[in-house]
């Protein structure tokens, strides 16, 4: 799951639940929602494992950036990298078993105009470059609108 | 001097850096060059590697088809391979409209659509074959999901699709499909 923005929704913006496992998500962008928001992994029939986030940006949801469905359940190998979260309105990163967070950030991903729903980044967008070397093979070589990924960026949009 | 470098390390991708150089010898110091700027970038070969490999295009001829049923026909018949395309907006009625058409790897078949086209009112349109791509298509307005892939659902491409005021879930994944690849989406 690549390149991809997500606003507005009813509920969650990406659910990864349950049982949603192996899943490779990176460089999307999730903002507003009308109850929850946000990206949401883990168990409820079922454990959800071995989901990779890479390169999130989480913005102004009702809820979470990253939510976990049962942060006590035993889900197991979840890892979110290099991410944002911003103005959600329980927090950006929920924390709880099986999910562990690595360079993930409080920062304004500074949109050129959220209210337009034009998700690109501003000069000096802590979301440039966010994404760490050892991540790299998980970054898509073009973005959403086919740009050519130049800087290792967070979001749909290269800068 | 020809032939003298220098390697500069610890810079950051990204960001720009302004270099210039002086020279030094027994008469004294040089004045400095012009400025040069450079922004390093990540090697652009080490980005996508440990993602997993994209459905082929899809080879084949385009169908062009323009009701419900012809899509169902043409989904039923066409070659595999083949390009559906949808040329006029289609309106589900709240029904949901499954597609099982299985394809091949060699020869992935895509339904995509025209501009302007809206397919809206659809309870959802739920995805049960393998190897189908869908691009393009602008899904609206359904009463349940934009689109669902379901269970039995494997290797389908969802690209480049604008999924919008669906009343519960823009795209569902359900009940352990295989090789979904989600891209490009607006939802």
């Known amino acids: 799951m690549a390149n991809n923005v997500f606003y507005d929704n009813q509920a969650y913006g990406i659910q990864l639940y349950p049982q949603a496992n192996d899943v490779i998500c990176v460089c999307n962008t999730v903002d507003g929602g009308v109850t929850r928001g946000g990206t949401v992994v883990g168990s409820e029939s079922g454990l959800t494992d071995n989901v990779t986030i890479v390169g999130m940006i989480g913005t102004n949801a009702p809820w979470y950036c990253i939510d976990l469905y ?4 035993g889900d197991a190998g979840n890892n979110t990298y290099d991410s944002l ?16 967070y690595t360079n993930c950030t409080h920062a304004d991903p500074l949109y050129v105009n959220r209210a337009a729903k034009n998700f690109t980044l501003q000069s000096g967008s802590p979301a440039i470059n966010k994404i760490q070397p050892a991540r790299y093979g998980y970054v898509p070589s073009t973005d959403i609108d086919g740009k050519v990924r130049v800087t290792a960026d967070a979001g749909a949009f290269a800068f | 001097m020809a032939g003298t470098s220098k390697v500069v390390t610890g810079l950051t991708n990204g960001t720009s850096y302004s270099f210039r150089v002086g020279a030094h010898n027994s008469s004294g110091y040089s004045a400095w060059s012009s400025a040069v700027n450079s922004t390093p970038t990540a090697p652009s070969g080490q980005f996508g590697a440990l993602l997993p490999a994209r459905l082929i295009e899809s080879p084949g001829s385009v169908v062009n088809v323009s009701t419900l049923s012809a899509l169902t026909s043409a989904l039923s018949s066409a070659s595999n391979g083949s390009i559906i395309n949808i040329t006029s907006s289609l309106n589900g009625g709240g029904v949901a409209y499954t597609i099982t058409r299985n394809a091949t790897s060699a020869a992935p078949i895509m339904i995509t659509s025209s501009p302007g086209v809206l397919l809206t009112n659809f309870a959802m349109i739920e995805v049960r074959g393998s190897y189908l791509r869908f691009r393009g298509l602008d899904v609206g307005f359904g009463t349940i999901d934009g689109i669902k892939i379901n269970v039995s659902a494997n290797n389908i491409e969802v690209d480049h699709c604008l999924i919008h005021n669906a009343a519960l879930n823009g795209i569902n994944i359900q009940d352990s499909p295989a090789n979904i690849q989600i891209w490009n989406n607006r939802v």
Do not use: K, Q
């Open chain 1, 70 to 73: 049962d942060p006590a359940s």
């Open chain 1, 85 to 100: 979260g911003f103005g959600n309105g329980s927090g950006d990163f929920r924390a709880g078993t099986g999910m562990t």
